[in-house]
């Protein structure tokens, strides 16, 4: 069974701009989280989609957004990048959302310059 | 919104010891995540415990509900046990955060 899979793996970007990131879950999995990872807030979480439907968000700012496909892959899209905003994205996948075991994918690493 | 704190920050230590890492956290939970990130980013589950103790070749997991405590316990230590690793705990009655991690334990273990 392949693994959860995310594009581009790097990514670098200036100011201002807008980034659209994908995963795709493992085959069957219909819940999809997202989190970012910096090195001085750890990880954090930022929404979780089930079904095409955004369950949970975390506190994040609307320049955060995501949606999920009817096949469940994923994206999450951030407008008007910070500099802030570099950080690794993970997506991580499940069967249903229990949290009981989330499979994580490699990540993206955005770098906004 | 729990608040999940471990112990210690950085550990180094060499090949053959005893590592143990702690985790606390301040609201009741029903289970509790051990993860390993390898430089790279990848993060991989290692137990979900929800009492008593998890084994999984050198890597022992405990767990304290009472206390809100975790350990994660690595015996003979190797150098391919270096990474970083993090407890995680789910949100409260299908809660809207998502997991809460701790920031992690950054192991290194030399030859």
């Known amino acids: 069974k392949a693994g959860v899979t995310q594009t581009p793996r790097y990514l670098i970007k200036t100011r201002g701009q807008q980034v659209t990131l994908s995963c795709s879950p493992i085959s069957g999995h219909r819940s999809v989280s997202w989190y970012q990872q910096t090195p001085g807030q750890g990880l954090q979480f930022l929404f979780e989609?089930?079904?095409?439907?955004?369950?949970n968000k975390g506190n994040f700012p609307g320049r955060f957004s995501g949606r999920q496909f009817s096949n469940s892959r994923s994206e999450m899209n951030v407008s008007t990048l910070e500099l802030g905003d570099s950080a690794l994205y993970l997506c991580?996948?499940?069967?249903?959302?229990?949290?009981?075991?989330?499979?994580f994918g490699p990540g993206t690493r955005l770098t906004v310059l | 919104k729990n608040e999940v704190e471990q112990s210690p920050q950085n550990l180094t230590a060499q090949e053959g010891e005893f590592i143990t890492i702690n985790c606390s956290y301040s609201?009741?939970?029903?289970?509790l995540h051990w993860l390993q990130q390898h430089p790279g980013g990848g993060i991989v589950s290692l137990f979900m415990?929800?009492?008593g103790k998890k084994k999984h070749g050198r890597l022992i997991a405990t767990i304290n509900i009472q206390e809100k405590h975790s350990s994660l316990h690595i015996t003979a230590s190797h150098p391919r046990d270096s990474a970083v690793y993090i407890c995680a705990v789910p949100p409260r009655g299908g809660g809207a955060d998502g997991l809460t991690f701790g920031k992690g334990t950054h192991l290194i273990i030399q030859p």
């Open positions: 415990l929800s009492s």
């Open positions: 609201v009741g939970i029903s289970a």
């Open positions: 989609y089930f079904s095409e439907t955004q369950r």
């Open positions: 991580a996948s499940e069967g249903t959302p229990s949290y009981n075991e989330q499979f």
